[in-house]
Structures are given as structure tokens and as C-alpha cells.
């Protein structure tokens, strides 16, 4: 057991590096069709959460016009859904670039 301490005590006082000198890249072949699909993925998945929105609207309408209690309850939640897909496509896009970007720079 003391040697096991032992080793402790040496580890603490003066730690060995855990990651060894490493700066992340992409490799220049990969920066611009990573940064075009992203691009593609995120406006493709912004304009559906815009239609689910819109139809999420018009379900809500007719639902109320009709009568129809269902069809406005799932047109609300067809709303906050699609107000929250996009959201988090936008943070979720975002973030990559932002991590891509980083990793530019070093």
C-alpha cells in the first residue's frame, strides 16, 4: 500500500503531460465540402422546420374553423416542434462551424 501512495505522491508533485503537443486541423481537402454540405444540411432542415411551422399554422386555422379540436391541437404541437427543430439546427450548425473555425486558426 505505501508504494502505491508512494507513486502518488511522485505523480502529484509533478504530473507527466496527458496529451502530448497536438493542434486539431481539418485537412484542407475536407474544409470546403464539409463547410458546403453543412451548409446544404442546415438550410435543407431550416426550410422544413419553416414548412412543419407553416402547415403547423394552417392546421391550427382550419382545426379552429371547423370545429375540429384534434386537428388544431397537432397543428399548436406541429408549431412549437417545428419552432424548436429549428432552433436546433441553427445552434447545432452553429457550434460546427464554430468548432471548424477554431481549428482553422491553430
Given at each position: 500500500?505505501s508504494q502505491?501512495?508512494?507513486?502518488?505522491?511522485?505523480?502529484?508533485?509533478?504530473?507527466?503531460?496527458?496529451?502530448?503537443?497536438?493542434?486539431?486541423?481539418?485537412?484542407?481537402?475536407?474544409?470546403?465540402?464539409?463547410?458546403?454540405?453543412?451548409?446544404?444540411?442546415?438550410?435543407?432542415?431550416?426550410?422544413?422546420?419553416?414548412?412543419?411551422?407553416?402547415?403547423?399554422?394552417?392546421?391550427?386555422?382550419?382545426?379552429?374553423?371547423?370545429?375540429?379540436g384534434g386537428?388544431?391541437?397537432?397543428?399548436?404541437?406541429?408549431?412549437?416542434?417545428?419552432?424548436?427543430?429549428?432552433?436546433?439546427?441553427?445552434?447545432?450548425?452553429?457550434?460546427?462551424?464554430?468548432?471548424?473555425?477554431?481549428?482553422?486558426?491553430?
Amino acid at each position: 500500500m505505501s508504494q502505491l501512495l508512494d507513486t502518488l505522491i511522485v505523480l502529484a508533485a509533478d504530473p507527466p503531460p496527458v496529451i502530448p503537443n497536438f493542434t486539431p486541423s481539418i485537412p484542407t481537402t475536407l474544409q470546403t465540402p464539409t463547410g458546403k454540405i453543412l451548409g446544404w444540411t442546415a438550410g435543407i432542415g431550416l426550410a422544413l422546420a419553416v414548412l412543419g411551422g407553416l402547415s403547423g399554422w394552417a392546421a391550427t386555422a382550419i382545426g379552429h374553423n371547423t370545429e375540429r379540436g384534434g386537428m388544431a391541437a397537432r397543428g399548436k404541437q406541429a408549431i412549437g416542434w417545428s419552432l424548436i427543430a429549428g432552433i436546433g439546427i441553427g445552434v447545432t450548425s452553429g457550434l460546427i462551424m464554430g468548432v471548424y473555425g477554431m481549428t482553422q486558426g491553430a
